[in-house]
């Protein structure tokens, strides 16, 4: 079975740009979480959603925003990016309502690099 | 405030060595869970393990195990006879059962290499 897949594996844009993230989680999952991974430090939560619901946020500013679809993938999307949202962006899936019932399942990650 | 603190930024070891990775937490929920991943050069995290608040019992699987004490806020992990393959990322993580929000709270990680 395929595992959790995110496109694309890496990019390059420049300040003030905007960028898309995609994640298509493992099949019969309808949870998908997304992370923040900087350079040197341990991943920060974004944003997690599930039935196509946002029923989790962190401390990101409004820049940052997702969406769940029906067949439950989902995108991340940055506005007016920053040098400092370089980083690794990880999602991840799970069966349920994670934080606590379930362990999350991750991709590989994208790895945005702002100029 | 919920925080995950991993002292060792870097340790490193020969080969057949063992391994402790520290780990302590902060929070004042009683119900929380705790976890154990893994993260190789490719980026992907893997979960190694799950514990919950009210489970104290130590667990071994092969060469990995693990240490947990609610009365320290511990939550250590330890590598028998490590192996080159072992080399990686590891992180502990917190998460708390209130909020249903699916926030994991990650500590700073700590990069095992280990030398043939």
């Known amino acids: 079975d395929a595992g959790v897949t995110q496109s694309p594996t890496h990019l390059i844009k420049t300040r003030g740009q905007h960028v898309t993230l995609r994640c298509s989680p493992i099949s019969g999952h309808k949870s998908v979480s997304w992370y923040q991974q900087v350079l040197g430090q341990g991943p920060q939560f974004i944003f997690q959603?599930?039935?196509?619901?946002?029923?989790g946020r962190g401390n990101f500013p409004d820049r940052f925003s997702a969406r769940q679809f029906p067949n439950y993938s989902s995108e991340l999307n940055v506005n007016a990016l920053l040098l400092g949202d370089s980083a690794l962006y990880l999602c991840a899936s799970s069966q349920r309502i994670p934080g606590g019932y379930g362990e999350l399942f991750f991709g590989e990650g994208s790895r945005l690099t702002v100029l | 405030a919920q925080k995950v603190t991993q002292a060792q930024t870097e340790i490193s070891v020969v080969e057949k060595e063992d391994v402790t990775l520290d780990c302590v937490y902060e929070?004042?929920?009683?119900?929380?869970?705790l976890f154990w991943y893994k993260q190789p050069p490719s980026g992907e995290l893997v979960f190694l393990i799950r514990r919950n608040s009210f489970d104290e019992q130590n667990e071994i699987s092969g060469r990995y195990s693990w240490n947990f004490q609610k009365s320290t806020s511990s939550f250590n992990f330890t590598i028998t006879a490590s192996q080159v393959v072992d080399s990686a990322v590891y992180f502990c993580?917190?998460?708390?059962?209130?909020?249903?929000?699916?926030?994991?709270?990650f500590g700073q990680g700590t990069t095992l290499q280990v030398k043939p």
């Open positions: 929070t004042r929920d009683t119900t929380y869970y």
């Open positions: 959603y599930y039935e196509k619901e946002e029923r």
């Open positions: 993580a917190l998460s708390l059962s209130s909020g249903n929000t699916g926030k994991l709270i």
